[in-house]
């Protein structure tokens, strides 16, 4: 059973940034690749960005790239995912996901490749 508590999360004027965490627990951190995804109401959940488990690839949404970065600190079972330039647009619930597959070499996007998400973290944006 994996474990997975976002935090970070709030409310903030457009242009502001905010940093997500994600600490995970009850399985080998390091050897899967995590995710982030959102969630607006009435929409589905859409993939935001994603990470290896060594941390050396990432993948992002075209709607964020440029302004969101994904990393991790495996010493810590900890994955980030950095804000900034915040657009109302951006407003959503926040999930980080945990990869199904051990030591995938390359960031998944789909939901399907996840397996174990977290309670998820609102961010909100105003104009």
């Known amino acids: 059973q994996v474990q997975l508590v976002e935090s970070g999360g709030g409310l903030v004027q457009a242009g502001a940034s905010l940093r997500l965490s994600c600490a995970a627990s009850?399985?080998?951190?390091?050897?899967?690749?995590m995710g982030w995804f959102r969630q607006a109401p009435e929409k589905e959940r859409d993939f935001v960005a994603a990470?290896?488990?060594?941390?050396?690839?990432?993948s992002y949404a075209e709607s964020v790239k440029g302004r969101f970065t994904i990393s991790r600190d495996n010493a810590k079972n900890t994955v980030y995912l950095q804000m900034n330039s915040l657009k109302p647009e951006d407003t959503a619930v926040y999930y980080c996901?945990?990869?199904?597959?051990?030591?995938?070499?390359?960031?998944?996007?789909?939901?399907?490749?996840?397996?174990?998400w977290g309670q998820g973290t609102q961010v909100t944006v105003s104009s």
């Open positions: 009850g399985r080998t951190f390091y050897n899967y690749g």
């Open positions: 996901a945990a990869d199904k597959q051990f030591g995938n070499r390359y960031p998944r996007t789909s939901r399907a490749d996840y397996d174990y």
């Open positions: 990470i290896t488990w060594s941390g050396s690839q990432t």
